[in-house]
C-alpha cells in the first residue's frame, strides 16, 4: 500500500584490482584467478538467492514469517540476504585482503590498489586502505581492468585468462538456481 513516484536504475561503479598474489609451487594459477574474480563479484555485488518453501522451513522459520511481504514468484528471499546486497559506502583493502587469504593456493598478497571507475574512466588515483563509494551506487567488479600477477617464488607468472574464464563459469554455474 505504498505509491511510488518514481523508479531510477542505480549507476555502476566498476571496482578493478591491482595485485601481486604469491601462490605455492604446486598451485594452478588460472583456477586460483577464476576463484578471485568469482569471490570479488560475489563481494562488490552479491546475488540475492531465492529459496523453496522446504529450505526456508529447514532454516527454521515458521509459515508466517515465510508468507510474509509481497508474492514472489521464483521462491523466497531471506532478509538477511537483502541486507546484505545493500549499497556499499566503502570497500576496504583489508576485506579484499582477506578474501584473497582464504582461497586455497594462495600465501601472500602483496602491493594491492583498487581503483574505480564510472562509465569507463577512471575516478581514483587507486586506493591502498579503503576505496569510497558514491552515494547510491552500486559496485560492479571489472575483471579486463584488473591486473592480477601470481609470483611462484620470485618468478612471476600471468594466467591464462581464457582458461580462468572457462573455470570461472564452471564456478558460477554451481551457484546458479533455477
Known sequence: CEDFNQFKQSDMEEVAICTDIEVSANADIEKILATIYHRLENFLSPAIPFYSLKEMLDFGFNLEQIFNGPALKHGFVKDEDIDAADYKTSIHISDI??????????????????????????????????????????????????????????????????????????????DYRS
Request: glycine share 4%; proline share 4%; with cysteine.
Open 97 to 174: 585482503i582477506q578474501i584473497l587469504m582464504d582461497i586455497e593456493g594462495i600465501k601472500a598478497v602483496k602491493d594491492i590498489q583498487l581503483s574505480k571507475y564510472f562509465c569507463g574512466l577512471v575516478t581514483n588515483d587507486g586506493e591502498n586502505w579503503c576505496l569510497p563509494i558514491s552515494p547510491n551506487h552500486a559496485t560492479y567488479f571489472n575483471q579486463q581492468k584488473s591486473k592480477i600477477v601470481f609470483y611462484k617464488d620470485l618468478i612471476p607468472y600471468n594466467a591464462n585468462k581464457d582458461e580462468a574464464i572457462e573455470h570461472l563459469n564452471d564456478l558460477r554455474a554451481i
